[in-house]
């Protein structure tokens, strides 16, 4: 494992992603739960990958890493997967998994999406998983611009992310449905309506129908893009051109 520092001076006019990173994922009782509160199907994840054409040769990047559960399922199958995010406290948790499996192919970088730096040769893959809507709109096209620079021609772009798949005048209904789908109380391990109440207050998802243009706007061709069906969840395959 590699510590790097490759975290751009960020000048006064540049988001600090650390205070729209959520304040859940700053708090290191949630961080050292969340693995058994939230499953990323990493696994599941890597075979697509590799369906993508993922193989030993490969050049990773993970933004939005979190505890690592993606990096770590892929570190196996490719050269080099830099995991990169913007909570420290999340990160001791890659770092601990990292140190315990004995893997050397992880770079570890502290740094969000507008202030990570890219280095050496450009990535195979961007992978990124409920992250993007820590940021608002006009930064998420930064975010997107800065990925599509980090990749090659061709390289691949996984996104999924929460993502309002309807019309403004279904929001009202649609929104209160998904806060009913939670009970109000639970254990410390599990989601509750209180969790859907603060992302919606406080974080920044947005439309389909405004993420998609935008990525294409920012270099990406969109291959794949499924919406769920209750409307709050997309994920993407896009190829940067």
């Known amino acids: 494992m590699a510590e790097q520092a490759r975290r751009r001076p960020r000048p006064d006019w540049v988001i600090d992603e ?28 890597v075979d697509l990958l590799i369906s993508l054409g993922l193989d030993d040769g490969a050049d990773v990047v993970d933004l939005g890493a979190g505890t690592g559960q993606l990096a770590v399922a892929a570190a196996a199958t490719c050269n080099r997967l830099v995991a990169v995010d913007v909570s420290d ?65 061709g390289g691949v772009l996984r ?11 279904e929001a009202e209904e649609r ?38 243009p935008m990525m294409e706007r920012c270099g990406f061709r969109i291959e794949v893009a499924e919406h769920s069906e209750d409307g709050f969840f997309a994920a993407y395959v896009a190829r940067a051109v």
């Open 18 to 45: 650390l205070s729209t990173a959520g304040r859940e994922n700053l708090d290191p009782v949630h961080a050292g739960r969340y693995d058994s509160k939230e499953d990323a199907e990493a696994a599941k994840e």
């Open 89 to 153: 406290v999340m990160l001791d948790q890659l770092r601990a998994k990292v140190a315990m499996r004995g893997i050397t192919n992880i770079e570890i970088v502290n740094a969000g999406f507008v202030t990570y730096e890219h280095g050496g040769r450009p990535a195979d893959f961007i992978y990124s998983r409920w992250a993007l809507h820590q940021i608002p709109d006009f930064w998420k096209s930064l975010a997107l611009t800065r990925m599509r620079r980090a990749l090659r021609v």
């Open 159 to 169: 996104l999924s992310d929460i993502v309002y798949c309807f019309e403004p005048d």
């Open 175 to 212: 929104l209160d449905a998904w806060c009913a789908t939670l009970p109000e109380a639970g254990s410390p391990g599990e989601w509750v309506r209180g969790d859907i109440v603060e992302h919606i207050h406080d974080e920044h998802s947005t439309y389909s129908w405004l993420l998609e």
